[in-house]
């Protein structure tokens, strides 16, 4: 069983910055993808950034150019830097992981910008 432990969040005036941290408990290079993806209140929860096995990255339109994300295989993390961050970006974090038939979530981190 997987185990996906996301932490990092917090509050951040807009234009500020964040780094969100995923903590696997297995290697992460055994996985296909891993991603951040965010949930605001009363919207679909969306993809914001994907990192596959091979290092190829994708990013939702919203946040190309403001977005990292990296991974750190010794520590078995995902990392996902947040630079200019605006109140549109509020939301739960969550961290994804996927294996051939299995998807695995962690428990989310709150971000929340003020403007």
């Known amino acids: 069983q997987v185990q996906l432990a996301e932490s990092g969040g917090g509050l951040v005036q807009a234009g500020g910055s964040l780094r969100l941290s995923c903590a696997a408990s297995?290697?992460?290079?055994?996985?296909?993808?891993m991603g951040w993806y965010r949930q605001a209140p009363g919207k679909q929860r969306e993809m914001v950034a994907s990192l596959f096995s091979g290092g190829t990255t994708t990013y939702a339109e919203s946040v190309k150019g403001r977005f990292t994300i990296s991974r750190d295989s010794a520590r078995n993390t995902v990392y996902l830097q947040m630079n200019s961050l605006n109140p549109e970006d509020t939301a739960v974090y969550y961290c994804?992981?996927?294996?051939?038939?299995?998807?695995?979530w962690g428990q989310g981190t709150q971000v929340t910008v003020s403007s």
């Open positions: 994804r992981a996927a294996v051939p038939l299995r998807v695995y």
């Open positions: 297995g290697s992460i290079l055994s996985f296909n993808s």
